[in-house]
Nanobody, 121 residues
Framework: QVQLVESGGGLVQAGGSLRLSCAASRRTFLSDAMGWFRQAPGKEREFVAALSWSGVSRYYADSVKGRFTISRDTTKNTVYLQMNSLKPEDTAVYYC??????????????WGQGTQVTVSS
């Protein structure tokens, strides 16, 4: 059973920063692509960012390019989403996901429980 555990969400003012973390098993971390998605109230879940299993390729939604950065720490089996210059429209539940291939249109088979990010204006 693959477990993904997110943390780091919270309440922040517009223009502020947060860093989300996603802890995974060693096997998942080394063999799967990792992604971040978000779902705002009343909206469909949308792709935010992804990192290939090798850690070489990164993908971002246009709405977060230049503000968010996906990275990983191989010693901690953890993937991060650094979110800077946050906007109220970034408010959502953020989910970590794992799958065979990275990218906005790929299928992700495993999902975390989600962490709430709220950006006040």
């Amino acid at each position: 059973q693959v477990q993904l555990v997110e943390s780091g969400g919270g309440l922040v003012q517009a223009g502020g920063s947060l860093r989300l973390s996603c802890a995974a098993s060693r096997r998942t971390f080394l063999s799967d692509a990792m992604g971040w998605f978000r779902q705002a109230p009343g909206k469909e879940r949308e792709f935010v960012a992804a990192l290939s299993w090798s850690g070489v390729s990164r993908y971002y939604a246009d709405s977060v390019k230049g503000r968010f950065t996906i990275s990983r720490d191989t010693t901690k089996n953890t993937v991060y989403l650094q979110m800077n210059s946050l906007k109220p429209e970034d408010t959502a539940v953020y989910y970590c996901a794992a799958g065979p291939l990275a990218g906005p249109t790929q299928k992700y088979h495993y999902w975390g429980q989600g962490t709430q990010v709220t950006v006040s204006s």
